[in-house]
Nanobody
Framework: QAQLVQSGGGLVQAGGSLRLSCVAS????????MGWYRQAPGEQFEPVAS???????TYSDSVKGRFTISRDNAKNTMSLQMNSLKPEDTAVYYC???????????WGQGTQVTVHS
């Protein structure tokens, strides 16, 4: 599996923007999809967005139209541009990677995003 290191996040007012980044290293050749999950306090993990190697993207209904996922496969990097942020977007965000032939996933270390009203 690959190692994922995240950067970005922080504190922003409602309506503002933040960008999260993730760099994969190690066994990156088997990655089939990269994405983002989040976990708000007291809540379960929620898938936010993902992008397959062919560029196909998925977004949760709660972020569609506001968040944009992008990948640079050659550099093994991924970003999440978050616009029009809302207080309900407050959560710890995790970078993830899926691999061919296994259900195991790699997870980043998590980064806090806090949106003040």
């Amino acid at each position: 599996q690959a190692q994922l290191v995240q950067s970005g996040g922080g504190l922003v007012q409602a309506g503002g923007s933040l960008r999260l980044s993730c760099v994969a290293s190690g066994n990156t050749g088997g990655i089939s999809r990269m994405g983002w999950y989040r976990q708000a306090p007291g809540e379960q993990f929620e898938p936010v967005a993902s992008m397959f190697n062919d560029g196909t993207t998925t977004y949760s209904d709660s972020v569609k139209g506001r968040f944009t996922i992008s990948r640079d496969n050659a550099k093994n990097t991924m970003s999440l541009q978050m616009n029009s942020l809302k207080p309900e977007d407050t959560a710890v965000y995790y970078c993830t990677a899926d691999f061919y032939g296994t259900l195991k996933m790699s997870w980043g270390q998590g980064t806090q995003v806090t949106v003040h009203s």
